[in-house]
Nanobody, 126 residues
Framework: DVQLQALGEAWCRLGGSLRLSCAAS????????MGWFRQAPGKEREFVVA???????SYANSVKGRFSVSRDSAKNTVYLQMNSLKPEDTAVYYC????????????????????WGQGTLVTVSS
């Protein structure tokens, strides 16, 4: 199995920046794709970004140009850098991982992922 531990700052003002991290442990060698999703109060979980090792990264239109993802292979950690934050970015953010190489188009679906972090509440105030 794979365990995901998400950490990061929880609050900022409009226009601010936050960085979340997601550290993987366990059978990390099996992981080829990781994603970030978020769920705002009263809403369904939505796709934020997905990365396939060696295969590129895709972003939701709502965060494109403001969010970026990076990876530290030595630490088995993925980072989500969030800039120019807006109140509508307020949500619980989840990191996720899946072994193998799912079809690229499936990486934006939460159902594709087998492993999930515990979620980090991010609040952006106006």
């Amino acid at each position: 199995d794979v365990q995901l531990q998400a950490l990061g700052e929880a609050w900022c003002r409009l226009g601010g920046s936050l960085r979340l991290s997601c550290a993987a442990s366990g059978r990390t060698f099996s992981i080829n794709s990781m994603g970030w999703f978020r769920q705002a109060p009263g809403k369904e979980r939505e796709f934020v970004v997905a990365s396939r090792w060696g295969g590129g990264t895709s972003y939701a239109n709502s965060v494109k140009g403001r969010f970026s993802v990076s990876r530290d292979s030595a630490k088995n950690t993925v980072y989500l850098q969030m800039n120019s934050l807006k109140p509508e970015d307020t949500a619980v953010y989840y990191c996720s991982a899946v072994p193998g190489r799912p079809i690229t188009s499936m990486l934006s679906s939460s159902q594709t992922y087998d492993y999930w972090g515990q979620g980090t509440l991010v609040t952006v105030s106006s």
